[in-house]
């Protein structure tokens, strides 16, 4: 089997980095593509070429079908990898590179759009007996629909679009007189946001833990899992900081876990990396999403598996086997990721401007994933995540520690980031012991800000 000679990067920033640097351990050469405002980009000069596909604004470059087509046929590319956001969870596009004979790195369109279809991705993987929490059978027709549907799993009951993800379209019910009102604003919001307002409804869980499993699936259909990731430190849906393994993991959680995700992945046959998401609460494990991208917090497995997810994902595109077989996947010590953000660290307001000093972490288990350099002036127009710390130690407790002193020693000047906030996150003693969930943010918001 003979991998790619060239592949076209189809994204900015760190995991446009990340991915290059893939592509040149495995000898693949690589083409970036940038917007105007990008010719100074890290990726940009790192790759071995480089094609302007357009102005500042997102909607004109990176998520500019036709112009992404068209530079990978320019230099030559064979295959184009995503990244995540932009256009990695876009079956058009991954169908538009398919039509031009060019290989998407990533799971096929199908995938994609089931992944993208939250009320029948639940619905289907229910039917295959995978867990999932109480709620309706694929997507509501209407209020009385989800009306029936309270009167038999009560209150609290949460509706979600079924194009959702990032929160939008989301509404607790605590009391069924508000049915009504919560139904068409999570429907306008959806339809404003997706230009889709179908929805679903399930039982709300307030204390749960969002656990998702790494999977890795090739085209004969093996697939496997490289265990399970903490990402309930979020804020406002967005994740702060993941951390693998799970503090209450053990062999017997992870191979239920990681079993359930493989079980989601053959239920919609399912190629290349993925995520599947979970709730746990109080040691049930319910599925709630499949995420079809690689993710921006796929380092703390590769810290504890050693395994390149980004070139077992270029490898498994060119139609070779997995690497791994399920039980070649050890895992050691723990990892955690921080997401340092160009925003004020107290009202997350994006801070876009020039970085006058960035200065790196360093020394034992310490990884950061950055496209920022002194000089680098943050464009506004774009994510606002600028760097991730990962730290790796031998348990919970080093790894924590490691990741303290690695923001210690983080040095960016010139723009605000959330560098202080995490920080505090890091004090915090319920996180230090673990006894957290999704609304911890939410319930600190007077302590940790
Ligand atoms: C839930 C939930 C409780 N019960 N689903 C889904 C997307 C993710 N960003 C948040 N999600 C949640 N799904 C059930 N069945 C709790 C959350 C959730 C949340 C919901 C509303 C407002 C704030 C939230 C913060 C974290 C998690």
Aim: neutral net charge; aromatic residues 6%; charged residues 25%.
């Amino acid at each position: 089997m003979t991998l790619f000679k060239k592949v076209l990067i189809a994204n900015r920033g760190e995991i446009a980095v990340r991915i290059i640097r893939a592509c040149r351990e495995l000898g693949i050469k690589t083409a970036a593509v940038y917007s105007d405002v990008e010719k100074d980009a890290l990726h940009v000069r790192l790759a071995d070429e480089a094609v302007c596909i357009g102005p500042a604004h997102s909607s004109q470059s990176y998520l500019n079908i036709p112009a992404i087509i068209s530079a990978a046929e320019i230099t030559d590319a064979e295959a184009v990898h995503p990244g995540y956001g932009f256009l990695a969870e876009n079956p058009h596009f991954a169908e538009a590179c398919m039509t031009s004979g060019i290989t998407f790195i990533g799971p096929s369109s199908e995938n994609i759009r089931l992944g993208g279809d939250k009320a029948k991705a639940r619905q289907i993987m229910k039917r295959r007996g995978v867990p999932v929490v109480p709620g309706s059978d694929g997507p509501l027709q209407d209020e009385e629909a989800a009306l029936k549907i309270i009167k038999k799993i009560g209150v609290p009951s949460i509706l979600k679009a079924s194009a959702g993800g990032g929160g939008k379209g989301m509404r607790i019910i605590y009391d069924e007189k508000n049915l009504e009102q919560a139904y068409h604003m999570a429907q306008r919001e959806a339809l404003a946001a997706f230009g889709n307002g179908e929805l679903y409804i399930e039982k709300y869980i307030p204390e749960m833990r969002h656990i998702e499993v790494q999977i890795l699936a090739d085209d004969t259909g093996s697939v496997i899992h490289l265990g399970e990731r903490d990402c309930s430190i979020q804020r406002r849906h967005q994740k702060l900081i993941e951390e693998s393994p799970y503090v209450f993991s053990n062999r017997q959680f992870r191979k239920k876990i990681g079993e359930l995700a493989i079980k989601v992945a053959r239920a919609m046959k399912y190629k290349n990396v993925g995520t599947v998401e979970f709730i746990v609460d109080n040691g049930n494990i319910y599925f709630m999403e499949i995420n079809t991208r690689i993710q921006v917090e796929h380092p703390v497995t590769e810290m504890i598996t050693g395994i390149d997810i980004v070139k077992e994902q270029i490898k498994l595109a060119a139609g070779e086997p997995l690497s791994y077989k399920q039980h070649d996947v050890k895992f050691s010590g723990h990892s955690i990721e921080c997401r340092i953000n160009a925003e004020d660290p107290e009202k997350f307001t994006p801070c876009p401007g020039k970085i006058t000093s960035f200065i790196l972490p360093g020394g034992p288990g310490v990884r950061v994933d950055t496209a920022a350099y002194s000089g680098w002036v943050v464009p506004a127009h774009y994510d606002s995540l600028i760097a991730k710390v990962i730290t790796h130690g031998k348990d919970r407790e080093e790894a924590v520690a490691r990741i303290q002193r690695a923001l210690n020693e983080f040095i960016i000047e010139g723009i605000k980031t959330t560098l202080p906030f995490h920080m505090k996150i890091l004090d915090d003693p319920d996180f230090l012991k673990g006894n957290f969930n999704t609304g911890f943010l939410e319930k600190n918001k007077n302590t940790v800000k």
